[in-house]
Protein backbone atom coordinates (compact mmCIF):
# COMPACT_ATOMS: atom_id res chain seq x y z
CA UNK A 1 0.00 0.00 0.00
CA UNK A 2 1.31 3.35 -1.15
CA UNK A 3 1.20 5.97 1.90
CA UNK A 4 2.39 9.68 1.55
CA UNK A 5 4.91 10.87 4.59
CA UNK A 6 4.74 14.21 5.36
CA UNK A 7 7.28 16.43 6.03
CA UNK A 8 7.83 18.96 8.54
CA UNK A 9 9.15 22.22 6.62
CA UNK A 10 11.04 24.68 7.87
CA UNK A 11 10.66 28.54 7.50
CA UNK A 12 11.65 30.18 4.17
CA UNK A 13 11.95 33.85 3.53
CA UNK A 14 11.30 35.03 -0.31
CA UNK A 15 12.09 38.47 -0.78
CA UNK A 16 10.03 39.36 -3.69
CA UNK A 17 11.55 41.13 -6.97
CA UNK A 18 9.04 43.61 -6.89
CA UNK A 19 10.65 45.90 -4.68
CA UNK A 20 13.93 46.02 -5.81
CA UNK A 21 16.01 48.68 -7.41
CA UNK A 22 14.85 47.60 -11.19
CA UNK A 23 18.33 49.73 -12.11
CA UNK A 24 19.92 47.47 -10.13
CA UNK A 25 18.62 44.11 -9.94
CA UNK A 26 21.55 42.05 -9.31
CA UNK A 27 23.08 44.28 -6.49
CA UNK A 28 20.32 44.02 -4.89
CA UNK A 29 19.43 40.26 -5.52
CA UNK A 30 22.96 39.72 -4.59
CA UNK A 31 22.24 41.57 -1.18
CA UNK A 32 19.36 39.71 0.17
CA UNK A 33 21.44 36.49 -0.78
CA UNK A 34 24.02 37.31 1.49
CA UNK A 35 21.29 38.40 3.99
CA UNK A 36 20.03 35.33 4.25
CA UNK A 37 17.05 34.61 1.70
CA UNK A 38 16.43 31.05 0.79
CA UNK A 39 14.22 31.88 -2.10
CA UNK A 40 13.48 35.05 -4.62
CA UNK A 41 10.23 35.35 -5.34
CA UNK A 42 9.75 36.84 -9.46
CA UNK A 43 6.39 38.05 -9.85
CA UNK A 44 5.41 38.15 -13.27
CA UNK A 45 2.47 40.08 -14.53
CA UNK A 46 0.75 40.58 -17.70
CA UNK A 47 -1.67 43.40 -17.47
CA UNK A 48 -4.39 40.93 -18.44
CA UNK A 49 -4.80 38.58 -15.67
CA UNK A 50 -4.04 40.96 -13.29
CA UNK A 51 -3.58 45.35 -14.23
CA UNK A 52 0.14 45.57 -13.72
CA UNK A 53 2.72 44.80 -15.92
CA UNK A 54 6.02 43.52 -14.73
CA UNK A 55 9.15 41.42 -15.69
CA UNK A 56 9.03 38.35 -18.50
CA UNK A 57 11.31 35.39 -19.47
CA UNK A 58 14.31 37.27 -19.90
CA UNK A 59 15.21 39.26 -17.07
CA UNK A 60 15.12 36.27 -14.92
CA UNK A 61 17.74 34.31 -16.84
CA UNK A 62 19.67 37.24 -17.12
CA UNK A 63 19.35 36.79 -12.84
CA UNK A 64 20.02 33.26 -13.00
CA UNK A 65 24.01 33.14 -13.27
CA UNK A 66 24.23 35.86 -10.65
CA UNK A 67 22.66 34.10 -7.85
CA UNK A 68 22.24 30.62 -6.36
CA UNK A 69 18.82 31.51 -4.30
CA UNK A 70 16.18 29.35 -5.41
CA UNK A 71 14.04 30.83 -8.12
CA UNK A 72 10.30 30.65 -7.02
CA UNK A 73 8.75 32.23 -10.38
CA UNK A 74 4.67 33.19 -9.60
CA UNK A 75 2.72 33.48 -12.64
CA UNK A 76 0.18 35.89 -12.57
CA UNK A 77 -0.61 35.91 -16.68
CA UNK A 78 -3.80 34.49 -18.74
CA UNK A 79 -3.17 30.63 -19.86
CA UNK A 80 -0.28 30.02 -18.50
CA UNK A 81 0.47 27.02 -20.22
CA UNK A 82 1.67 28.56 -23.48
CA UNK A 83 5.12 29.77 -21.21
CA UNK A 84 5.83 27.33 -18.94
CA UNK A 85 8.97 25.97 -21.73
CA UNK A 86 10.20 29.77 -21.24
CA UNK A 87 10.26 30.11 -17.78
CA UNK A 88 12.23 26.88 -17.40
CA UNK A 89 14.58 27.58 -19.84
CA UNK A 90 15.24 31.24 -18.29
CA UNK A 91 16.39 29.18 -14.59
CA UNK A 92 12.80 28.68 -12.78
CA UNK A 93 13.23 26.10 -9.96
CA UNK A 94 9.32 26.30 -9.09
CA UNK A 95 6.54 27.87 -11.45
CA UNK A 96 3.36 28.78 -9.40
CA UNK A 97 0.06 29.25 -11.94
CA UNK A 98 -3.04 30.69 -10.50
CA UNK A 99 -6.12 28.51 -10.23
CA UNK A 100 -8.13 31.38 -11.89
CA UNK A 101 -6.05 31.91 -15.12
CA UNK A 102 -7.09 28.97 -16.73
CA UNK A 103 -9.28 25.80 -17.20
CA UNK A 104 -6.57 23.18 -17.42
CA UNK A 105 -4.70 23.25 -14.17
CA UNK A 106 -4.12 19.83 -14.00
CA UNK A 107 -2.25 19.70 -17.64
CA UNK A 108 -0.37 23.18 -16.30
CA UNK A 109 1.05 21.50 -13.09
CA UNK A 110 2.17 18.31 -14.96
CA UNK A 111 3.64 20.07 -17.55
CA UNK A 112 5.87 22.18 -15.30
CA UNK A 113 6.82 18.80 -13.41
CA UNK A 114 7.62 17.19 -16.22
CA UNK A 115 10.10 20.24 -17.25
CA UNK A 116 11.94 19.44 -13.83
CA UNK A 117 10.79 22.42 -11.78
CA UNK A 118 8.39 22.05 -8.68
CA UNK A 119 4.83 22.74 -9.33
CA UNK A 120 2.41 25.12 -7.26
CA UNK A 121 -0.75 26.93 -7.54
CA UNK A 122 -1.83 30.45 -6.23
CA UNK A 123 -5.88 31.88 -4.99
CA UNK A 124 -6.83 35.03 -5.11
CA UNK A 125 -8.14 36.13 -1.49
CA UNK A 126 -11.70 35.44 -2.48
CA UNK A 127 -11.46 32.16 -4.09
CA UNK A 128 -12.63 29.56 -1.74
CA UNK A 129 -9.77 26.99 -0.44
CA UNK A 130 -12.01 23.55 -1.16
CA UNK A 131 -11.52 24.25 -4.94
CA UNK A 132 -8.02 23.10 -4.72
CA UNK A 133 -8.59 19.81 -3.33
CA UNK A 134 -8.33 17.72 -6.77
CA UNK A 135 -4.82 20.21 -7.29
CA UNK A 136 -3.26 18.72 -4.32
CA UNK A 137 -1.68 14.76 -5.63
CA UNK A 138 0.46 17.99 -8.66
CA UNK A 139 1.50 20.40 -6.34
CA UNK A 140 4.32 20.72 -4.61
CA UNK A 141 3.09 24.48 -2.64
CA UNK A 142 0.22 26.05 -2.51
CA UNK A 143 0.47 30.08 -2.63
CA UNK A 144 -2.46 31.96 -0.62
CA UNK A 145 -2.90 35.57 -1.71
CA UNK A 146 -2.61 37.78 1.14
CA UNK A 147 -3.72 40.83 -0.70
CA UNK A 148 -4.98 40.92 -4.50
CA UNK A 149 -2.58 40.19 -6.90
CA UNK A 150 -1.12 42.78 -8.57
CA UNK A 151 0.43 45.70 -7.17
CA UNK A 152 3.27 45.09 -4.53
CA UNK A 153 3.42 47.09 -0.61
CA UNK A 154 -0.30 46.58 -0.27
CA UNK A 155 -1.37 46.07 3.53
CA UNK A 156 -1.91 42.15 4.84
CA UNK A 157 -5.34 40.87 4.25
CA UNK A 158 -5.97 38.78 7.62
CA UNK A 159 -9.73 38.00 6.79
CA UNK A 160 -7.38 34.78 4.15
CA UNK A 161 -6.41 33.40 6.84
CA UNK A 162 -8.97 30.68 6.96
CA UNK A 163 -8.08 30.30 3.31
CA UNK A 164 -4.98 29.69 4.49
CA UNK A 165 -6.21 27.29 7.40
CA UNK A 166 -8.58 25.30 5.11
CA UNK A 167 -5.55 24.27 3.15
CA UNK A 168 -3.69 23.10 6.05
CA UNK A 169 -6.47 20.85 7.08
CA UNK A 170 -7.08 19.45 3.58
CA UNK A 171 -3.54 18.62 3.29
CA UNK A 172 -3.01 17.08 6.73
CA UNK A 173 -6.28 15.13 6.00
CA UNK A 174 -4.72 13.79 2.65
CA UNK A 175 -0.92 12.69 4.10
CA UNK A 176 0.50 15.43 1.05
CA UNK A 177 3.85 16.89 1.20
CA UNK A 178 2.90 20.51 0.08
CA UNK A 179 4.15 24.17 1.57
CA UNK A 180 1.97 26.98 1.96
CA UNK A 181 3.22 30.24 1.00
CA UNK A 182 1.61 33.44 1.85
CA UNK A 183 2.01 36.82 -0.05
CA UNK A 184 0.91 40.18 0.32
CA UNK A 185 1.94 42.80 2.88
CA UNK A 186 4.12 39.71 4.99
CA UNK A 187 6.42 41.76 7.83
CA UNK A 188 7.81 40.68 10.91
CA UNK A 189 4.17 42.26 12.55
CA UNK A 190 2.04 39.92 11.18
CA UNK A 191 4.14 36.64 10.36
CA UNK A 192 3.36 35.01 13.15
CA UNK A 193 -0.61 34.98 12.00
CA UNK A 194 0.22 33.11 8.69
CA UNK A 195 2.32 30.42 10.22
CA UNK A 196 -0.35 29.95 13.15
CA UNK A 197 -2.27 28.43 10.08
CA UNK A 198 0.40 26.03 8.88
CA UNK A 199 2.02 28.72 6.49
CA UNK A 200 6.06 27.89 6.14
CA UNK A 201 7.26 29.86 3.13
CA UNK A 202 7.17 33.88 3.58
CA UNK A 203 6.84 36.46 0.21
CA UNK A 204 8.43 39.82 1.63
CA UNK A 205 8.97 42.50 -0.42
CA UNK A 206 9.01 46.51 0.65
CA UNK A 207 9.93 44.63 3.97
CA UNK A 208 13.01 42.83 2.97
CA UNK A 209 14.17 45.33 0.20
CA UNK A 210 13.13 48.43 1.44
CA UNK A 211 14.55 47.89 5.33
CA UNK A 212 17.85 49.51 6.18
CA UNK A 213 19.33 46.36 7.47
CA UNK A 214 17.29 42.76 4.87
CA UNK A 215 19.60 40.60 7.03
CA UNK A 216 17.85 42.02 10.36
CA UNK A 217 14.29 41.77 8.48
CA UNK A 218 14.93 38.46 7.06
CA UNK A 219 15.59 37.10 10.77
CA UNK A 220 12.93 38.62 12.74
CA UNK A 221 10.25 37.50 10.17
CA UNK A 222 11.90 34.04 10.54
CA UNK A 223 11.64 34.60 14.10
CA UNK A 224 8.66 35.42 13.97
CA UNK A 225 7.21 32.52 12.27
CA UNK A 226 9.19 29.93 13.92
CA UNK A 227 7.83 31.01 17.16
CA UNK A 228 4.32 29.46 16.52
CA UNK A 229 4.96 27.43 13.56
CA UNK A 230 2.60 24.04 14.32
CA UNK A 231 4.66 21.16 14.86
Known amino acids: MYMVIMMKHNVKIAPSLLAADFANLQRDVAAVESAGADYLHLDVMDGVFVPNISFGAPV ?15 LMITDPIRYIADFVKAGADSITIHYESCE ?63 ISRMIRAGGYDIEIQVDGGITAANAALPASHGATVFVAGSAVFKAEDPAAAIRDIRHAAEEVLPE
Open 60 to 74: IAALRPHTKLFFDVH
Open 104 to 166: NQIEVLEAIRAAGCKAAVSIKPATPAFVLEPLLPYVDMILVMTVEPGFGGQKFMPETMPNTES
